[in-house]
């Protein structure tokens, strides 16, 4: 293995070899492969011994930083018991204990995990139990997905065909199932006196001229709860949550959140639909989709939970009216026992109460980002923040990253909007260090 070898060697070896993800590979002849050689909490060192600010959670999956001695100690123990066995026909300890203390977050209102590896896995796992629900209850013709304008869910087939980012879509388009798309309760579309709760109550209106006509052949609508991340953090009011899910009620239509991204404490609670409340109970899905930071950054794990009606609609004495999907990694025992780690470290340190305190003092230390003339919409939620930039200069993304990189931070903006998704391990000193490095990156980027 090549740790040891020259970093030079190690980055031309990686561009032979390895075909990196979501990259137009030839960019690198410009932009250097950063070679990572070990991490330790937020930051992340190269082979050169040069340290990098891990402002960006690794895509979001990293929660209490890099080497965290309770998930590696934890691993180890899981590693000298049971690394491995399949879930068809087989349990064990961590898949039973992760299911239960999962259900017990939603009070037992989704009280069945099913499992997978990545992301866009647990999408398509919706996506298919939702359709062959109706199936299996006489409603075969309800074939379509209903996703917000701009939603991203992944990028497998069926994960593309609720995927509203052309860029991700456009070369399959013609191999992927018709996207059908409802308006964006995002708040940056607010008019003059509107408020973000308007502008939720605007796109729910539309929802449901939609559901009015369309119900008999939708299966399910799919939301991404407070912040669409990956399509470029538009954030919206809880508001849109609680009515989509009477509307949904109401025409007979699923309801999946995908909190791969935004669950897990990242906007605030640990699952972000917790915000959406009536009557003093948080507005449950039909689905939920769980990822990214639940094994902690560690390994590929993904869940769908989901609820006793769905799960009632599958059992039965029919093979064929059974959930019959499969991947060879479902219940990993070594990615169970890693998210069992991070339940703990949530439940020990209080986590999601000290990220208020420091989702305060950042957002506080990013104020003076406000005065750039070319800010827009700066926005927070939770371990969230993001804000666009106005007549940025030709390829800004790429520009904003090397900058940053050269501060010693790992950032990666999507388009024109800048975001920081930090692992909650921020102390005062590096939140402040965190903060100005941005500040000075925007400045040297765009010039005031
Ligand atoms: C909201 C959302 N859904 C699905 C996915 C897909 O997850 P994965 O990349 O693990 O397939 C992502 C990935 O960024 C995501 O942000």
Redesign the pocket.
């Given at each position: 293995m090549s740790l040891k070898s020259p970093p030079d060697a190690l980055l031309s070896r990686s561009l032979d070899a390895v075909w990196h993800p979501c990259t137009q590979m030839k960019q690198h002849e410009q932009t250097p492969l950063l070679a990572i050689a070990r991490g330790q909490g937020p930051w992340l060192f190269d082979t050169d011994g040069k340290r990098y600010f891990d402002a960006i959670s690794s895509?979001?999956v990293n929660l209490f930083g890099h080497a965290n001695p309770r998930i590696n100690a934890a691993l180890r123990d899981q590693l000298d018991t049971l690394e491995h066995v399949m879930l068809a026909g087989c349990t064990h300890q961590s898949v039973v204990e992760l299911s239960e203390r999962l259900a017990a977050l939603t009070d037992g209102a989704l009280g069945h995990c099913f499992y997978a590896?990545?992301?866009?896995?647990?999408?398509e796992i919706a996506l298919k139990m939702s359709h062959h629900y109706w199936r299996n209850q006489g409603c075969a013709a309800k074939q379509n997905f209903l996703c917000l304008e701009g939603g991203?869910?992944?990028?497998?087939m069926g994960?593309l065909s609720v995927t509203d980012v052309a860029l991700f879509r456009d070369a399959y388009a013609s191999l992927v199932r018709a996207l059908h798309t409802v308006p964006s309760p995002d708040a940056r579309q607010a008019e003059a006196g509107e408020t973000a709760a308007d502008v939720a109550r605007r796109a729910a209106t539309a929802l449901e001229k939609v559901l009015e006509r369309e119900h008999g052949n939708v299966a399910a609508l799919i939301v991404?709860p407070l912040v669409?991340?990956?399509s470029g953090f538009a954030m919206h009011d809880p508001e849109y949550l609680r009515l989509a899910r009477a509307l949904c009620d109401r025409y007979e239509v699923h309801l999946i959140f995908?909190?791969?991204?935004?669950g897990c404490g990242r906007t605030g609670t640990f699952f972000a639909h917790e915000q959406a409340v009536v009557q003093g109970q948080p507005v449950r899905p039909d689905f939920l989709?769980l990822?990214?930071g639940i094994s902690g950054g560690y390994l590929?794990l993904?869940i769908v939970m989901s609820t006793d009606a769905v799960y009632r609609a599958f059992y039965d004495d029919s093979t064929a009216r059974g959930f019959l999907h499969s991947h060879s990694y479902t219940g990993n025992p070594l990615a169970c026992r890693a998210a069992l780690a991070v339940l703990d470290i949530f439940e020990k340190d209080d986590v999601l109460a000290q990220n208020e305190q420091r989702a305060a003092l950042l957002t506080a230390q990013l104020a003076p980002l406000k005065a750039h003339p070319q800010l827009r919409h700066f926005r927070q939620r939770g371990m969230i923040w993001a804000f666009d930039v106005a007549d940025a200069p030709a390829d800004f993304s790429r520009r904003f990253a090397a900058a940053a990189q050269r501060r010693e931070l790992l950032l990666r903006p999507i388009g024109n909007t800048v975001y920081l998704m930090p692992p909650y391990v921020l102390d005062d000193a590096s939140s402040a260090w965190l903060a100005q490095g941005v500040i000075d990156t925007l400045h040297e980027v765009c010039p005031a």
């Open positions: 895509w979001w590896s990545d992301g866009a896995s647990a999408t991203y869910h992944g990028e497998t994960a991404e669409q991340c990956a995908d909190e791969i991204a935004v989709c990822s990214k590929p993904s």
